[in-house]
């Protein structure tokens, strides 16, 4: 998500360049003007980056109206309404690789997505994501992902094309009616039986990127088996049941199984030490379900491959 709060509102400013607008309510506060308000909000964009996005007209009101110079920079403060902006991300780095569009009609669009790609923009990843990008190719402006999968995670990626049906492709998530299926490579373990079926608590690890597993009522569960094993490594099948966050990897990670490449489990890598030519062995490969407008069965496979030559 990016910076802001996202709001539900009766006004939606269109996209620029394919790039959605960010919604933050604006609070009570002693701040002397908005601008005031918004460096001290968001510390990490200068003052001189508002003023800038003010010249440009890229702070608009809750009506979609400019926000004008004079208003941010002279007149007092006045909480209790919405303000939308356009975010950026100065120098942001290209992503060498594209995702393939594998299906769509009226209503649904299916990625295949690749590994290091993220789906919608957060932190320093803007333009160089799945929205972004199908947005601009496209010209789809409701574009909405149903669901997300990691950045590091290659696989399949459903969007909403239409809002009027959109409620009821989430529904399919949300209430566990989609059949997901991926493949991970990790180490071998041949004093574990096989299949097994991973119940655990999954909470935050006291940072915000990590995920681990805490005694207590499960809430979350993934069937895995073994496709294929070489030698030290396997290729595995996982169906995850529930949906919480970096599920499949802390499983995994639980069974002394950590995935190949993976640099958040054990190990967090720090930001920036992204390395192209090993990516975490994780794919989004199936997703089935019955459409919930059409009523027809769907079933929509990735036509990506895990690194066979790891084996």
């Not at 996005?53 to 007092?76: F, H, K, W, Y």
């Not at 967090?268 to 027809?296: I, M, R």
Request: with cysteine.
């Amino acid at each position: 998500m990016a910076s802001g709060i996202w709001c539900l509102n009766e006004f939606k400013p269109p996209s620029r360049q394919g790039v959605g607008a960010s919604c933050v309510v604006l609070p009570a506060g002693e701040w002397p003007t908005l601008l005031d308000f918004l460096t001290a909000r968001f510390p990490g964009v200068t003052r001189e980056t508002w003023l800038a996005r003010l010249e440009r007209n890229d702070i608009l009101n809750e009506s979609g109206v400019p926000v004008s110079m004079s208003l941010a920079t002279q007149s007092p403060y006045s909480a209790h309404t919405r303000l939308f902006y356009y975010r950026e991300v100065p120098n942001e780095v290209p992503i060498p690789f594209d995702e393939v569009v594998l299906y769509q009609d009226e209503h649904l669009l299916v990625v295949d997505k690749p590994h290091f790609l993220p789906v919608v923009p957060s932190g320093g990843y803007l333009t160089q994501t799945v929205l972004v990008r199908l947005k601009n190719k496209l010209g789809l402006d409701d574009l909405v992902p149903i669901h997300r999968i990691d950045r590091d995670t290659a696989g399949l990626v459903l969007f909403s094309k239409r809002p009027a049906t959109r409620a009821a492709y989430c529904a399919l998530f949300s209430q566990h009616q989609v059949n997901k299926t991926y493949q991970a490579i990790a180490p071998w373990r041949a004093d574990l039986s096989w299949p097994i079926t991973r119940h655990s608590r999954i909470q935050e690890a006291g940072h915000f990127m990590l995920q681990c597993e805490v005694p207590g009522p499960p809430n979350a569960s993934t069937l895995i088996d073994v496709l294929e094993v070489r030698g030290q490594l396997a290729r595995y099948q996982l169906k995850p049941i529930t949906g919480q966050r970096h599920q499949l990897r802390v499983h995994m990670l639980a069974l002394g199984l950590p995935l190949l490449n993976d640099g958040l489990y054990p190990v967090l890598t720090p930001e920036g030490q992204q390395d192209y030519s090993n990516p975490l062995q994780l794919l989004a490969k199936q997703l089935e379900f019955t459409d919930p407008v059409s009523g027809q069965a769907r079933r929509f496979e990735s036509m990506r491959e895990l690194r066979s030559d790891r084996f």
